[in-house]
């Protein structure tokens, strides 16, 4: 029989595996001095024009939001992407989360096509898929799913 394969995350920190109520999570950075949020969580100083913060906190940020913008990538990006053979298009979604107000690009769930149940205004949550897979391993990113 062969062994269950780990789940891990394709790019360390920027997201968790199983949150404190078994959900995934994105994690961002929350600058001490002004509560601005940053994904993905790499900042050297506060966006926020107004803030001379330079530290931060690792937050988990809001599972849920809603489409401000979308479209479907029908060009394959570059290394280090993985491709699929054949390429196959994609959708991708701007998420403006709930609590934080910050707007994060992901792909969107699914195969190929935007759903139509996807517009502008409509709520979604994160949700894991696989980039790809190795001998022991399969590579998690998170998507927007309609909730």
Sequence with gaps: MAQAKTAIPAVEGWFTVEGPEGEPQLLGDRC????????????????????????????????????????????????????????????IAAVELDREKLVVLGQVAGDGEVPAALTVGTEVELVLDTLFEDDDNRYLVWKWSPA
């Design 32 to 91: 001490v001095t002004c509560g601005t949020y940053v994904f993905p969580p790499t900042a050297a100083f506060c966006p926020n024009p107004g803030c001379e913060g330079a530290t931060f906190e690792r937050v988990p940020l809001s599972r849920r939001g809603r489409v401000w913008s979308y479209t479907v990538n029908r060009y394959q990006p570059p290394p280090p992407y993985v491709p699929s053979e054949p390429f196959l298009p994609y959708g």
